[in-house]
């Protein structure tokens, strides 16, 4: 089975960047397609972003401000995150066809 592990979270300021790589063990291809989730502090988990072959999508919170994308060479699904606003915190995971949920990256932005 493949399994995904997330990192690239850390502290970063309000307006900045952070770039979350899901690394796949496998195929990422075979596990399309991925979604990146974030659980914000008091609410339930959300999905934020999603690729398969030529298709992405976004919730309207993160529109214009995240980007993912997906590389089959070295099988990971990144997600580049810009303009960070404070409601962007919270622990983020990636989640393919099949796969288990990971530990996530945590991700603060705080002046």
């Known amino acids: 089975q493949v399994q995904l592990l997330e990192s690239g979270g850390g502290l970063v300021q309000p307006g900045g960047s952070l770039r979350l790589s899901c690394a796949a063990s496998?195929?990422?291809?075979?596990?399309?397609?991925v979604y990146w989730y974030r659980q914000i502090p008091g609410k339930q988990r959300e999905g934020v972003a999603f690729?398969?072959?030529?298709?992405?999508d976004y919730v309207d919170a993160v529109k214009g401000r995240f980007t993912i994308s997906e590389d089959d060479v070295k099988n990971t699904v990144d997600l580049q995150m810009n303009s960070l606003k404070p409601e962007d915190t919270g622990v983020y995971y990636c989640k393919g066809r099949n796969t288990n949920w990971g530990q996530g990256t945590q991700v603060t932005v705080a002046s």
């Open positions: 690729v398969q072959p030529g298709k992405t």
């Open positions: 496998g195929s990422i291809l075979s596990v399309l397609p």
